[in-house]
């Protein structure tokens, strides 16, 4: 499908704000490479049968979606190839089944595409995606995309990556609508319109790739697993810290605080209590400055997640972070690493497939007495969502 198959939106909802000038510390969460780079940030074999989860739509039908702050966007037909910004939602597309027509991503170190190694059939290659942040974001590369759709909220291009207006709508024009809310984070002050949790944002795409039963699908196991997760929880849960190191090894982090974003569901979900908030600590995505040891001290959590992105291995994890508190003057009073409760706190960026892999992740960390080393999802079921090989 090309630029004239798509039609303008309907409404314009998306609000007019000024460039905001990104600074070496917010991109940490944003646009930016892993670890030291220059920042911007099966249970048992499934015996579910295939069905055909996509409907196209006929070429004499319209294709209408809605979303804030974009408001009704009208395509000739369902978009086939795509385009976001953050992995949250490249996440999603994936999950709905549209992996092949993503054709890039704002930093592919931010986008956990390692966790799909894990499933059976799903395979995206991130090497093969463009790249949209190279050291800042031009139209030039959305003219050569070429693509359906932006499913970026525009409000992130003007006020996090210094485009303008003008800029949104040539792009609108030439190419393509964008379909997008910023829902990793809330706290931006000039996010003003409708929040969208992860899921509410996840059946918004499920209507823009006409994909309702695989969204369906991936909702109902949500809940099988988040429930089963939660059952297990003890009565007494743990305050923590959320940090993303300013360097490696670190000596000072930015602070995350867990807060209703979709980027803190697996800490929301397994009732942890924020350590940094309880202190009056700022987020670094809201223009909070970094945090240092001792003031760290002062806090003194009972677990810290270290976010870095991209894929960490454990003993790179051990090397350059655990072993560095361990032996550190004032790192090594914590609570948290004196009782080992120091582990890693994956990606920025989470759809509802890098959800899972985190939540896990983050139940292991938390209460390793509950749940060990043990899976938490069948690796299979999820392939099968995504693969099209399940029963509506």
């Known amino acids: 499908m090309t630029a004239k198959d798509v039609k303008t939106p309907t409404r314009r909802r998306y609000l007019k704000f000024g460039s905001a000038a990104l600074t070496a510390g917010l991109l940490a969460g944003c646009t930016g490479g892993s670890g030291g780079e220059p920042a911007d940030d099966a249970k048992g074999e499934s015996t579910e049968t295939a069905t055909s989860t996509s409907a196209t739509t006929r070429p004499d039908e319209s294709h209408v979606v809605a979303m804030e702050p974009v408001g009704e966007v009208t395509f000739e037909r369902v978009p086939e190839r795509w385009l976001p910004y953050t992995g949250d939602y490249a996440d999603m597309g994936v999950a709905l089944g549209q992996g092949d027509g993503l054709a890039g991503i704002g930093v592919r170190a931010r986008f956990g595409t390692h966790h799909y190694d894990e499933l059976p059939g799903v395979d995206v290659d991130a090497a093969s995606l463009t790249e949209l942040w190279q050291g800042g974001t031009g139209k030039e590369l959305f003219h050569e995309i070429d693509a359906d759709v932006h499913v970026i909220d525009p409000n992130f291009m003007i006020n996090r990556l210094q485009w303008s207006q003008s800029d949104v709508d040539e792009i609108e024009a030439a190419v393509a609508p964008f379909f997008g809310n910023t829902v990793f984070t809330r706290v931006y002050d000039w996010h003003d319109y409708e929040y969208y949790s992860l899921y509410e944002a996840f059946e918004k795409l499920s209507h823009l790739f006409d994909e309702r039963e695989r969204f369906e699908a991936f909702e109902r196991y949500h809940g099988e697993v988040l429930a089963d997760v939660e059952s297990r929880l003890p009565p007494s849960t743990p305050d923590l810290a959320v940090l993303y190191p300013a360097e490696l090894p670190p000596e000072s982090f930015y602070p995350y605080l867990v807060g209703e974003g979709s980027q803190s569901k697996q800490w929301r979900d397994l009732r942890v209590g924020d350590a940094l908030a309880q202190h009056g ?28 992105q991209g894929e960490i291995s454990e003993e790179y994890f051990r090397e350059n972070v655990v072993a560095h508190m361990e032996s550190h003057d004032v790192a090594s009073q914590l609570t948290a690493v004196q009782d080992g409760r120091v582990f890693y706190g994956g990606l920025t960026y989470q759809g509802p497939i890098i959800h899972l892999f985190q939540l896990e992740e983050a139940a292991r960390g938390l209460y390793p007495e509950r749940f060990g080393e043990e899976e938490l999802f069948d690796r299979q079921r999820v392939a099968n969502i995504v693969t099209g090989a399940f029963e509506s």
Request: proline share 4%; aromatic share 4%; net charge negative.
């Open 281 to 308: 600590v700022t987020d670094a995505q809201a223009g909070g400055g970094t945090v240092d040891y001792e003031a760290l001290l002062e806090i003194d959590p009972d677990a810290i997640a270290v976010r870095i």
